[in-house]
Nanobody, 123 residues
């Protein structure tokens, strides 16, 4: 059973930084793609960033240049470094794990999800 547990969310002022973590367990972490999604109140869940098993990364245009996704396979942990945060980044952030090496931009490409962590950016 794959389990994903996010941490690192919180309240930050605009222009600040946060680093989210996602601890994974239940299978060989390094073999599969991982992703971060977010959902703001009243909006659909959207892709933020993805990382293939081999390390290739992809980002939503809205976060490119500000956010960085990374993985530490030795620690079975996924990260999302968020810099230059904006109020529109406010959302619940979810970690997701795929059943393949490829990091899809669509939520249907992921089989496992964490419980989410709240990120609030004040103006």
């Amino acid at each position: 059973q794959v389990q994903l547990v996010e941490s690192g969310g919180g309240l930050v002022q605009a222009g600040g930084s946060l680093r989210l973590s996602c601890a994974a367990s239940g299978r060989t972490f390094s073999s599969y793609a991982m992703g971060w999604f977010r959902q703001a109140p009243g909006k659909e869940r959207e892709f933020v960033a993805g990382i293939w098993s081999g390390g290739t990364t992809a980002y939503a245009d809205s976060v490119k240049g500000r956010f960085a996704i990374s993985r530490d396979n030795a620690k079975n942990t996924l990260y999302l470094q968020m810099n230059s945060l904006k109020p529109e980044d406010t959302a619940v952030y979810y970690c997701a794990a795929a059943n393949t090496y490829y990091a899809s931009r669509y939520s249907s490409g992921y089989a496992y999800w964490g419980q989410g962590t709240q990120v609030t950016v004040s103006s």
